[in-house]
């Protein structure tokens, strides 16, 4: 019902910032909870934040928080990744997901995927 597009990926050094956004389209978009997930080199999707319908509900993984910002704009079909104080090991695939609830889209269960951008961080 949603198709996800992520934008705002590249290649910075060690303490600079990243803007990311996902663009959601489709019948309903606004009915979606939303996230952020990463896939780093050789290892496994990770969770990085969640955002629910409303914004009112937040999470953050631990090595992200004082770092990132999720937002999402007042229409509730775009949401943002702001990345400050990028290290190497942020360096990953940045996926968008939608979910049913801020908590179905934390654990996976049921979301959609953008394609991903590329964020990679340099020494």
């Known amino acids: 019902q949603v198709q996800l597009v992520e934008s705002g990926g590249g290649l910075v050094q060690a303490g600079d910032s990243l803007r990311l956004s996902c663009a959601a389209s489709?019948?309903?978009?606004?009915?979606?909870?939303m996230g952020w997930f990463r896939r780093a080199p050789g290892k496994d999707r990770e969770f990085v934040a969640a955002?629910?319908?409303?914004?009112?509900?937040?999470f953050y993984t631990d090595s992200v928080k004082g770092r990132f910002t999720i937002s999402r704009d007042n229409a509730k079909i775009t949401m943002s990744l702001q990345m400050n104080n990028l290290k190497p090991e942020d360096t990953a695939v940045y996926y968008c997901a939608a979910g049913e609830t801020v908590y179905a889209v934390r654990s996976e269960n049921g979301n959609y995927w953008g394609q991903g951008t590329q964020v990679t961080v340099s020494s």
């Open positions: 955002i629910s319908r409303s914004g009112s509900i937040i």
């Open positions: 489709g019948r309903a978009s606004s009915d979606y909870a």
